[in-house]
Structure formats: structure tokens, C-alpha cells
């Protein structure tokens, strides 16, 4: 009998997935169904229909790989791990939480510290040629500034082969915006040159970068600017109304077209700004020249080799520009700063911002490596007391014949697959922190793994880390167990005679690390805690200040009277800056000196001293009225010290800043700075002319509100046609000096009683672990009548040994790591004993406290429970 | 384990086993359906519910013969087991204990339409 055979082909595809436990019958069936089927009907219907049926054999069960998997021992196996470690999960709760509390808070705290470090040093990389950019800058007397002349670019430019591109920012201070019905003032704004699209990264969303900043009267916004203004209106070819004090001096308003719209400035740079003009509005010869130093300047160069040969060209065009002796060409050098280190290692004399440190970027990984070693610790000693439950499962597995290989696989497996379950925990835990890291210290990290899926990454090796180092140890040590002493005492007793050297190790380990974190923490805590209520010499809490710019500056006088009748408002003082904001270096020098010194130059009215409670150590203030043309001045302590040593100034004629006169007192130090630096010699000159910088105005704290709305109010009538006066207090402008340290403060604060929590559950496990070993020894003794308070004793004998000896590292090394970091301050508390003392008390008192419970526990079980078994 | 629960598809095929009675292969099987029910299935939707309802215990298999137009290659022939046997019973029991209770009911369809 002739059969039809189906097509070779098809045949070839059933063979090639299925397994062979099946393809036989599957295989025959098909056939018979085939010839049964192509006698009647078109044969290539027949053919694809026998082609699909096929195709319909695929399942999951049917194929190779499948029926290959599920005869593999290991996948039996690990089926038999999963099963057992949810049963012993089940069984002993308590312990299995803590375990896995401790991974998912060492994981946790880890990454954090992780992203955190990742997110501070990625600043500014953004920009694609970030690696070939650099900030230029001059250092006097190792004191480096951020900024240069504005001509000193354009140089770079036009004279240095190696310096391909430059950019200038030129800062333009407060500026009134007008839009139809909508006015502000607008403080984040620069005057660039044209490349600043060419070498920096700003995303354009509208215009065209290569031709937006042409136009002399162009300006290019940022997204949120431009929505400020024109809502959702198209912003291109809008024209705004704008006052620039480089437009013209009398302050009128001008008039600008927008030509570009660049993305929002991400919160990873250190230069954040809202709007970009040209800067060749100025004229060409202003735009060279060498005098203040108030531009930021930025080259781009071909490689790293460049960056010796520019910062050469740079200072010996500033010497010979400077007719420099040999003493002082020695004395300055030009500084290119890396684009990408300006925000961690850059904390230059006028600086943009308030930029990072990466002290705070070592000290949180830091916190956070350790955090992780100690739960590590943590999580290992609790599986070794964790498997000591499970001896009787050991001695059994052995002697049914598990070599012991077999058995450090099956620990190591549940190892891994806590960690796994640990680590998936920890996914959700930081993404619902996110908010909250956010709110508490101000950083808005990105630790959700949703929208960063490059932390999963980290977590993985993190696993892989952490598997190695707590999955190898307890393995090996449980796999040791001997099976007949085991199964002999009936699962009772713990096969190990005493705790290892390598335990004693890890416990001495964590002590010293525990104390480390604690006592840094406290005095990290402190330190941040002075340095923010320290008194800074003057008041700083009554103080309102409004900037003044050139429009706001020429009725300043009607505004002054006007305010100064109002109840509540105690003195109004106007000058060249405040403290809290920085105040111009200049040179000064007593008449016929010979040598000029650099102190801080601030002019300021008769009203300064009283409106900010300066105390008057000699000598007298301002006059009132000076007659037009005569200068004095005041001088800090520390000005005093250098400009005249210990000869009295009062009388004496100095020179500063082209004015001649008189010096007529001595002002007591007071911190015109954040306390991060000391003191600068300071000088302040009285002043006449246009009022500029701030008016200052000293108000009672019960008038708080009142003098608020007085200020607007009398604002919006003496200044008509202007935005709505912009003020500040005072006191907020030191909070955002400090703003790193409050940051600061909160996460350590947080990380600190982590800490705690982790060495109790610690030491609660240690404490677990020998009272059970020591369970029949105890029993034995109550029974021949031994009281709490001794088996404690006995019990934490040995384990104050370990912290003893944990005090002779941990002690010195706390010392040593926070007078280290401490150095980083000007102004410092003194690391005392006390707190030294305290956290190892805090630390004893934890140990006994929990071996006691642990005593406690074991002590009221019935002798009898624990001795019957021999 | 995996339930004793026996489906709708599952018992048919256990059925179908039962009444061919020794010469129980999927071809068969898929003929014994279409002839009784004119329900047209696939050989792999059979081959699939066999190999589970062996699982389950119902059912039992052993090689057969081959055939030619099998490409000499044999067949797995499938016996119900007593507990099969058993299992088909108690849902009959419980289908008849179900229809014992039900009440003679008019299905005067006619007044369902009229509401709608």
C-alpha cells in the first residue's frame, strides 16, 4: 500500500523542537492524519494545514530544552532551595525579618550613597565637549579667582593656537522684563558671545543656534522664562521691554526680539541661568579690556596637552599687561579649571554659585560603605545563628549522603535568593524615598529605578558583591557541622565549641565601625549645627534688603523718607554690598607706603553700623553730611592688624580704590562671609553720589508683615512704571549659604540612627546566638541556683572584651577622621571627650541591655526543657 | 499536587478513551469527537489533554503497534484507569443528583421576549 508522505521539510522543523520523549507518537499521528487527509483534497491545502497542526505541536512541554531543564538536577534542586527557604522563613520569622530588614537597609543606604556620589560628580557633563572645556581664572597668592577681565578671552582667542573655541558670560544683574501686563525683574542673566552654542550642550527648541544671537537686539530664553511671559503663545519674534544697564545708562527702557528658545537649565550645572543676550552690543574696545574681574571665561582646547601652554600664554600677557617684578610674576598663576570639576572641586573668589564640595561627597559614600559592611556583618552572623536552628536538617542531609559540597551550593543558593528578594524589596523602598530625600534634604536624586534603569545595574553588581562576601562564610562554616554529634543530642546542641577567630574578627569590625558612624555623626551633626548659629558679629534676623538697581537708585531718597515714618522701621542704610553677599577686593595702602595690601572694599552710608549692630571697637562712624569730595573710612580688626600692625590707624591717611582719607575708627571682626572661611581684612569707605547694591532696612519682628507691605506699597508709588520691588530677608540669604550643610545635616542625622538600629539588631543576634549555645550551662546554674544578674555577667563577659578591644581602633579612628574633616573649617568646635565617652556608653549600655533580655529570655525557660534531652 | 478537577474538554476526551476501549490514540480520539459531537479539534489540543489527564492518573499509556502509513513509527495507545473510571462516575453522579432537584419549569420563552 502506497502511503502519502508529508513534505521532508516540515518533518525536519517537528524534529528539530521536539523532544524525543514525545516525537515519536506525535510524529506518527501527524503522518496518519496526513495520509489520511491528502487522499481527498488539494494537495498544498493539505500541506499548509499539515504544516499548521504542526505548529500547534509547539508547547512549552513538548520541547528539548524543556524536557532538558526539568531533568537537570540543579533545577531540581533549586526548586527544593526556593521551597525550603520560604519554609524556614515561615518557621522563624523574627530572625528572617531582621535578616532581611538588614540587607534591605544596607543595600538601601548603599545606593544612595552611590547615586548621590554619581549624581555630584556628573555635573555639568551634559555638555558633549565637556572634557575639552575649561573655566579660565587667575590665582594671586594661591587665592584663585573664578572670573577674569572680560578681555582676557578674546585673547585666549585670537593669540593662543591651542585654544580653539571661547565663550564669555557676562553678568547681567536685575533686569525689569515687560511683556504686555506681565513686569518682573529677572536676576539670572548673562551677555555671551556667539559660540555659546557651539561649544556648550543647550538644547534649542525654537530658532537656530548658529544665527540667534546675531542680531545686536536679540534674546534667547529658556523654556520656563518664556512661558512666564507668553504663556503658551508662540515666544519667536515677540519683543519684550527690557531695561539692561549695558544698553544704555539712563536706564530706559530698550527693547529686545526673542530669537531662541533653549530647554530649562538642568539642575546639574554649576552656571543656571534664565536668558542669554549677545554680548557684542557692547562696544569692541570695552569687550578688551583688562581691568575688573567679574567675567566668566570659558576655552575650549584641542586636548589636555594645551592646558599647560594656555595657562602660560595667559600669564605672561597678564604680566606684561601688569609690569609685573619677578616677586610678583611668582606669586600668580593662570588656573584653568575642568568644565566638569568647577562644581566638586572649584570654590574659587567669585564664584557663581555656591558650589559642592567633595568632602560631603566623600564623607556620605563613606557612611554609606559602611552601613553596608556593618549589616553585611550583621546578616552574616545571623545566618550562622540562623543555620545553627537547622542543625538537625544538616546531620540529616549528611548522613542520607549530601557531601558537603552540595551543602555550601544549598546555602549559598538561599543566600542568593534572600539577597534577590532583599534587593527587589529595595527597588520599591527607594523609589517611594525618592520624595522624601527630596524634602528632607533638598536633593532630588534620581533613585527611582522605574525612571532610572541604570540603577539596576549597581544593584546587580551590588548582588553579585554581597554574595561572594556573605554567602561564602556561613556556608562553609555551617557545611562543617558532624553529622553523628548532631543526631546523637537530638538537634539540641550547637556542634561548634567556640565562636571563631574569624567571628571575633567581624564583631570587633562592626564595634569599630559602629562607633565610628556614631560618633562622626554626633560630631559631623554638631559642627554643621555651630557653624549655623554661630554669632556672626552683626544682626542678621531684623534685616530686610532690597537690591537696588540703577532705576530703582534714583528715588531712592523719596522711598527712604517715605518708609522711615512707618512704625516698626528702625534704620534704612544703603551701600556697595551686604554681608552674605560678596564684597570686592581692592587694594589699599596707608599715604606714602610703599606696599599696597588687599582688604574687602565696602561703601556704605553713616546708618550701616547701627543698622547692622556692628560694634565700634575705637574711634567714631561716618559723619552725617560729609562735605562733597571728603572720604573716611573704617577698618575691621583684621584690616587694622595687617594694613598698620599695632600702630593706632585713627588719623592716619590711607589710599583705596584712587580716594584718599581718613581713617576714623576700628569695627570689632564680624563674619561679612559664611563661617567656612575666616575673617577678611575689611575696609569701609563712606560714600556719595548714586546709591547702588542694597538698601538694608532694620526692621522690629513684630512689624514683620507691616513692613512688607510697606515696602511694596510704597514701592509700587514711588517706582510707577517698575516691576514690583524684589526683597529679601536677610537671614534667608545665610540659610542658602548653608544650604550644603542643611542637606547635609539631614541625611546624616538620618544615617546615624540607622546606624544604632543595625548594631542593636546586631548585637541582638550575637546575644541570641551565645545564650543558646550556653543554653545547658545556664540551665545547670539556675538549677544550682545562679541569679540574673551573674548569668548576664557571664554572658557578656567575653563580648566586652570584643568592645574593649573594638574601643582601642574605633576611638582613635573616629578621632582621626573628624579632626580631619574638621580641618575643612575655619571655624570649629572642639572635638571634646564628652561625646567620645558618651557613644561608647551608649554603645556598652546597648550590649548589656541586649544580652540581658537575651539572659533574661533563655533564664525563665524550665531547666528541665533544656536538660531532658540527655 | 495538581487538582483532581476534571474540565469539560478533559472529561470528553476521557470519555471518548473509555469508548474505544483499548484502541485510544489521539488520531482516534479526534475521530471519535467529530463523529459524535461534529466538533472539528486539533491533534496537538488532544495530544495536550492526554498527557495531562496521565499526569492526574486517569488515564494510562503504552506503545502500540506501528502502521505503514505511520511512517513505521508506533503509537501511544491510552487506557482509562479505575481511578479515571471512578472520577467520570462521580461527575456523572453529581450532574444526575443535579437534575433530580430541578423543577419542571414552563420555558415559556415567549414572555422573556416580550420584556426586552
Redesign the interface.
Known amino acids: 500500500?502506497s502511503?502519502n508522505?508529508p513534505p521532508a521539510w516540515i518533518d525536519r522543523l517537528l524534529e528539530w523542537y521536539c523532544s524525543d520523549r514525545?516525537l515519536?507518537?506525535?510524529?506518527?499521528?501527524?503522518?496518519?492524519?496526513y495520509?489520511?487527509n491528502s487522499a481527498h483534497g488539494n494537495r498544498r491545502v493539505v500541506n499548509l494545514r499539515y504544516f499548521i497542526?504542526v505548529l500547534?505541536?509547539f508547547?512549552l512541554?513538548r520541547t528539548k530544552s524543556f524536557q532538558k531543564l526539568i531533568n537537570n538536577s540543579n533545577f531540581l534542586s533549586m526548586k527544593s532551595v526556593l521551597l525550603l527557604t520560604i519554609r524556614n522563613f515561615k518557621k522563624n520569622k523574627f530572625t528572617g525579618s531582621v535578616r532581611m530588614i538588614n540587607l534591605v537597609i544596607g543595600i538601601g543606604i548603599f545606593l544612595i550613597a552611590l547615586i548621590y556620589a554619581k549624581y555630584e560628580l556628573a555635573y555639568d557633563s551634559h555638555h558633549e565637549r565637556a572634557d575639552n572645556i575649561y573655566r579660565v581664572g587667575y590665582a594671586f597668592e594661591s587665592k584663585p579667582w573664578a572670573a577674569t577681565p572680560v578681555g582676557a578671552g578674546i585673547y585666549a582667542l585670537e593669540n593662543i593656537p591651542e585654544v580653539k573655541n571661547m565663550t564669555r558670560f557676562l553678568r547681567i544683574w536685575d533686569t525689569s522684563f515687560k511683556f504686555g501686563e506681565r513686569q518682573f525683574y529677572e536676576a539670572g542673566g548673562f551677555m555671551v558671545d556667539s559660540t555659546v552654542f557651539s561649544m556648550f550642550s543647550y538644547p534649542m527648541l525654537q530658532g537656530d543656534p548658529k544665527t540667534a544671537l546675531k542680531e545686536k537686539m536679540s534674546i534667547v530664553l529658556t523654556e520656563s522664562l518664556a512661558r512666564k511671559y507668553f504663556g503658551e503663545e508662540n515666544p519667536m519674534g515677540k519683543i519684550i521691554a527690557l531695561s539692561l544697564d549695558y544698553d544704555n545708562e539712563s536706564g530706559e527702557q530698550g527693547t529686545r526680539i526673542v530669537t531662541g528658545v533653549i530647554e530649562d537649565i538642568p539642575e546639574q550645572s554649576h552656571l543656571k541661568f534664565d536668558f542669554l543676550c549677545p554680548a557684542h552690543t557692547m562696544k569692541d574696545s570695552r569687550l578688551r579690556e583688562w581691568r575688573n574681574f567679574w567675567v566668566y571665561t570659558y576655552v575650549e582646547v584641542e586636548n589636555q596637552d594645551a592646558v599647560e601652554l594656555t595657562k602660560a600664554a595667559l600669564k605672561s600677557k597678564f604680566v606684561s599687561l601688569r609690569n609685573m617684578d619677578q616677586e610678583e610674576m611668582d606669586k600668580m598663576t593662570a588656573v584653568l579649571t575642568p568644565l566638569k570639576k568647577i562644581h566638586l572641586y572649584s570654590n574659587h573668589e567669585k564664584e557663581y554659585a555656591d558650589n559642592g564640595n567633595i568632602f560631603y561627597v566623600y564623607i556620605l559614600f563613606s557612611i554609606g560603605l559602611f552601613v553596608l559592611i556593618v549589616s553585611s556583618i550583621n546578616f552574616i552572623n545571623l545566618s550562622i545563628i540562623h543555620g545553627l536552628d537547622r542543625a538537625k536538617e544538616i546531620g540529616l542531609r549528611k548522613t542520607i549522603g549530601a557531601s558537603r559540597f552540595q551543602l555550601i551550593v544549598q546555602f549559598m543558593s538561599e543566600n542568593l535568593f534572600l539577597l534577590i528578594i532583599a534587593s527587589v524589596l529595595c527597588v520599591f523602598v527607594l523609589t517611594g524615598l525618592e520624595p522624601w530625600i527630596l524634602h528632607f534634604s533638598g536633593l532630588d536624586l534620581p533613585l527611582s529605578m522605574i525612571t532610572n534603569p541604570g540603577n539596576l545595574l549597581y544593584l546587580g553588581i551590588l548582588i553579585f558583591l554581597l554574595q561572594v562576601v556573605s554567602g561564602i562564610y556561613p556556608a562553609l562554616v555551617l557545611s562543617r557541622f558532624r553529622p553523628a554529634e548532631i543526631i546523637k543530642s537530638g538537634g539540641q546542641s550547637i556542634p561548634m565549641k567556640r565562636i571563631g577567630l574569624t567571628r571575633k574578627a567581624l564583631i570587633v569590625m562592626q564595634f569599630a565601625i559602629s562607633l565610628v558612624l556614631v560618633i562622626g555623626s554626633i560630631i559631623v551633626y554638631r559642627q554643621l549645627d555651630y557653624i549655623q548659629s554661630k554669632d556672626l558679629g552683626f544682626e542678621k534676623d531684623q534685616v530686610l534688603l532690597v537690591p537696588l538697581n540703577s532705576s530703582v537708585s534714583k528715588s531712592f531718597e523719596a522711598l527712604e523718607n517715605e518708609l522711615l515714618t512707618m512704625p516698626g522701621i528702625r534704620s534704612i542704610s544703603t551701600s556697595s554690598s551686604v554681608p552674605g553677599y560678596r564684597i570686592m577686593m581692592q587694594g589699599l595702602m596707608e599715604l606714602g607706603a610703599e606696599e599696597e595690601s588687599n582688604t574687602r572694599l565696602l561703601f556704605a552710608d553713616d546708618t550701616f553700623n547701627e543698622t547692622y549692630d556692628i560694634e565700634l571697637l575705637a574711634g567714631r562712624s561716618f559723619q552725617t553730611s560729609l562735605p562733597e569730595g571728603v572720604r573716611e573710612f573704617m577698618l575691621n580688626e583684621t584690616a587694622t592688624k595687617k594694613v598698620f600692625g599695632t600702630r593706632d590707624p585713627i588719623g592716619k591717611t590711607i589710599i583705596a580704590s584712587r580716594d584718599t582719607g581718613r581713617v576714623v575708627g576700628i569695627v570689632k571682626d564680624f563674619n561679612f562671609k559664611s563661617l567656612h572661611s575666616e575673617i577678611d581684612p575689611l575696609t569701609i569707605a563712606s560714600y556719595h553720589g548714586t546709591r547702588f547694591g542694597y538698601a538694608s532696612i532694620k526692621f522690629e519682628p513684630r512689624y514683620t508683615e507691616e513692613v512688607l507691605a510697606a515696602v511694596e506699597e510704597t514701592g509700587n508709588k514711588v517706582y510707577p512704571n517698575l516691576p514690583p520691588l524684589s526683597y529679601e530677608f536677610l537671614d534667608d540669604r545665610f540659610e542658602v549659604l548653608y544650604l550644603a550643610e542643611s542637606k547635609l545635616k539631614g541625611l546624616v542625622l538620618g544615617f546615624c540612627i540607622i546606624t544604632i538600629l543595625l548594631t542593636v539588631s546586631g548585637i541582638l543576634g550575637i546575644a541570641t546566638y551565645s545564650a543558646k549555645k550556653r543554653a545547658k550551662e545556664i540551665a545547670i546554674r539556675k538549677v544550682l541556683g545562679g541569679t540574673l544578674t551573674e548569668m548576664i555577667g557571664i554572658l557578656s563577659r567575653s563580648f566586652i572584651y570584643l568592645l574593649l578591644i573594638s574601643l582601642l581602633i574605633g576611638l582613635p579612628g573616629a578621632f582621626f577622621l573628624s579632626d580631619w574633616w574638621l580641618q575643612d573649617f575655619a571655624y570649629r568646635i572642639a572635638i571634646t571627650p564628652i561625646t567620645f565617652v558618651l557613644s561608647t556608653l551608649i554603645m556598652g549600655a546597648l550590649i548589656l541591655l541586649s544580652f540581658g533580655f537575651m539572659t533574661f529570655k533563655t533564664v525563665r525557660t524550665n531547666p528541665a526543657e533544656v536538660l531532658k534531652s540527655e | 499536587m495538581k487538582g483532581t478537577h476534571l474540565g469539560e474538554f478533559e472529561e470528553l476526551v476521557l470519555l471518548s478513551t473509555a469508548v474505544l476501549d483499548g484502541n485510544a490514540y489521539t488520531v482516534t480520539i479526534v475521530n471519535e469527537i467529530k463523529e459524535k459531537s461534529a466538533r472539528q479539534l486539533t491533534l496537538s489540543a488532544i495530544h495536550t489533554v492526554l498527557v495531562r489527564l496521565e499526569k492526574k492518573g486517569y488515564l494510562l499509556s503504552y506503545m502500540g503497534g506501528a502502521t505503514a502509513e505511520r511512517g513505521g513509527r508506533r503509537r501511544r495507545l491510552y487506557k482509562i484507569t479505575a481511578q479515571g473510571y471512578q472520577q467520570l462516575n462521580d461527575v456523572r453522579e453529581l450532574r444526575s443528583k443535579m437534575w433530580a432537584g430541578m423543577p419542571r419549569l414552563s420555558f415559556d420563552f415567549s414572555s422573556f421576549q416580550l420584556k426586552f
Open positions: 500500500m502511503r508522505a514525545y515519536e507518537e506525535v510524529q506518527g499521528d501527524l503522518h496518519e492524519w495520509d489520511h497542526a500547534q505541536y508547547s512541554f
